[in-house]
């Protein structure tokens, strides 16, 4: 095996449950020992390095311009409970091996390249891309509970406050992640060049019909709330697949009331998500599935919008340049869009220029101890990443 | 209004909530005040009346002949929570007025005309139809934990056994309902003559796909359950419309598993309900669903039987005679299947001839405050019931 994948599998492995699993949760002891892991490989590369005051792991290895903007690096170092090696883990350990191959080869970039190994990127009472959030000052320390919160893993307001850095300083985020999605392992193709990060969308959908006697209720008068939105369901899957074939949808929860085998169900509840990288796409499909409900009979229909992240796109020149040393390299790529978050998001949202490079993920399998990416595979991105961040350094930031 | 309409008025008033709903549950005060009224109208006709061992009301006005067998009128006295006036007493003051009309008409009878108000044939711990099923013997007083249900309600397995009645001597048993669906009122009919009692089969079904990330999984590679088990629904509801208009079909509990908003359903459990006369028709329903359940992609089916209960024929010559009767009184009547059960199924199934005759319910309301039958209707069908008692009284039972 390579240095890199000896690394990830290492500090990847902290935290492995006996089912082979890994649960590294933020602020864990996992965590911490996994950090100090990379932190001691960092030092040994050359880089300055420190523990944050919100958990993430920084590393800086000092460039030979004194004024030039940072080519910064970095992904998470947890894992959500019963995880994997690779998520989150790949992107900060294939920042390392950027690191070194530097040294490997004697180069000194002009640029300094910082690394981020972030805390708690997965969901928590924090909430989501919690540490990188807090580098970008993103945070809101004072909001109402959140100072209790904190509290529960030892964290405060003023360390959040004081984990702020001036983002003004960084030149461009570099991400490297499993893409976590199937696209690429159905394909084969080796590397994905991101194109942004996906819009979440999100609807409560109400089914409304008449509760009634299932045994003496004929067909041709019911008003049955469940056909309705089954209808509903059959139809804008359908419709979804028509529009555009990056668009998801999704219906992962569903009340039916008033539950009983034996009463027609007057009312059903349901979540309806959407995601896609163009917000007209989107409004098109949420046009569909209320015109499509409109014509459903016997039922009538109720949507509330709950969440409405729009979508983060990356950087176009980034997005060119990593296109362009993957035609370079001659491996299989494919610009396509993150269906998942990462810590790119608060970075770009803050205004830095932000690329994505993702790996195959085998069979599409994440969040699970049986997430995969062949060893060749993660050399391969490395292997990109490290070219961008030289291709980066020789002007073209 | 009329004598019947004044009665089922006041009796069927018992136990009123303040929504105008009826709660008079078997074994409750307002049941026993409900059955008191009615035992003194019974009185007040010439009946010997008793209070059986478990709570129902029983009554006869003997007849000429003591070697013919005897003419059994009924229905029950309670109700479920928060039902209405109708559904129950309608049979039993119904009864009541045939008794008051052969009394205004001076008629004896050859046969005895026995009435029974039946305790508690809404559903409960003692199972439905408890009343009925205890006056011919089928229930089962020593089940494991059936006496400790018993004496919930001061009853005991030794009540229950006293209770049974030698239904050899039972020519016929006639129970006159409301209908409680919408077929007569949706067409305008005044009397339905009720053909038997229609199966109840169930099945508990399992739609088996893939768990996943709901933002990275992409639609062509996506096995979601819950799309699967749509599909099923949507087509078994249209095929029971096309295989008979009454086969009804009902899915009315839904399970979706993980039940995340962001996460694709790997699993939804859900219940199967279909009623029908006929046995073919629900095997060929039900064939239909494994054969449609099979085309479904990326989705597996999985059926468990879970109550298989067929239907309860009514007695061909009293099904002939009540037709004959409407036939005569020249109102518009319909021979049709009843969608649920009713004390008339212990009956038929101890080999009791039974026949059944349906009041229309407005709007097939029923089980609710709102439930109305029009006083001109409840008249018309105790008419019915009238004419028919005196003809199976005339030789023809």
Same mark, same amino acid.
């Given at each position: ?121 997965? *969901?928590?009472? =924090?909430?989501? #891309?919690? &540490?990188?959030?807090? !580098? ?7 909001? $109402? @509970? ?97 529009? *555009?074939?990056? =668009?998801?949808? #999704?219906? &992962?929860?569903?009340? !039916? ?7 027609? $169900? @007057? ?131």
């Amino acid at each position: 095996m390579s240095r890199l994948n000896d690394l990830l599998q290492q500090a990847g492995g902290i935290g492995r449950n006996p089912d082979g699993s890994i649960t590294r949760l933020g602020f864990s002891e996992g965590y911490f020992q996994a950090a100090a892991l990379l932190r001691q490989k960092m030092e040994e590369l050359g880089l300055e390095t420190e523990m944050d005051p919100v958990g993430n792991l920084h590393g800086v290895l000092p460039g030979t311009d004194p004024e030039a903007k940072s080519i910064v690096l970095g992904s998470h170092i947890d894992t959500v409970i019963q995880g994997g090696v690779y998520d989150g883990m790949l992107g900060v350990t294939g920042a390392i091996e950027v690191a070194a191959r530097l040294k490997d080869e004697g180069r000194k970039l002009r640029h300094n390249l910082e690394i981020w190994g972030f805390n708690m990127e997965e *969901s928590s009472i =924090l909430g989501g #891309t919690f &540490g990188s959030r807090c !580098v970008v000052g993103m945070v809101d320390p004072d909001a $109402p @509970g959140y100072p209790e919160r904190l509290a529960k893993f030892d964290c405060s307001p003023d360390k959040v406050r004081a984990a702020r850095r001036d983002t003004g300083r960084y030149g461009c985020y570099l991400e490297y992640h499993i893409e976590q999605g199937d696209k690429l392992d159905n394909a084969g193709i080796d590397v994905g060049v991101v194109s942004g990060i996906v819009s979440v969308i999100r609807y409560d959908v109400t089914a409304k019909g008449q509760s009634n006697h299932a045994g003496t209720t004929m067909m041709v008068n019911r008003r049955d709330a469940l056909v309705g939105m089954s209808k509903l369901i059959v139809a804008a899957e359908e419709d979804a697949r028509r529009l *555009s074939d990056t =668009l998801v949808f #999704t219906v &992962g929860k569903m009340q !039916v009331l008033p539950g009983q085998e034996n009463v027609i $169900p @007057g009312e059903v509840k349901a979540t309806f998500e959407m995601r896609h990288m163009d917000k007209a796409v989107t409004d098109r499909f949420y046009d569909d599935i209320r015109q499509m409900a409109a014509g459903i009979p016997n039922c009538d229909f109720e949507f509330v919008p709950t969440v409405a992240k729009y979508s983060t796109p990356c950087d176009e020149r980034l997005v060119k340049l990593i296109d362009g040393v993957c035609g370079e390299m001659g491996i299989s790529h494919v610009v396509m869009p993150s269906g998942a978050g990462h810590d790119a998001n608060p970075m770009a949202h803050e205004g830095v220029p932000m690329g994505m490079i993702f790996a195959p993920s085998a069979g599409g399998i994440s969040h699970h101890g049986a997430e995969y990416t062949e060893p060749r595979h993660v050399d391969m991105g490395a292997e990109v990443l490290y070219r961008t961040v030289l291709k980066l350094d020789q002007g073209e930031l």
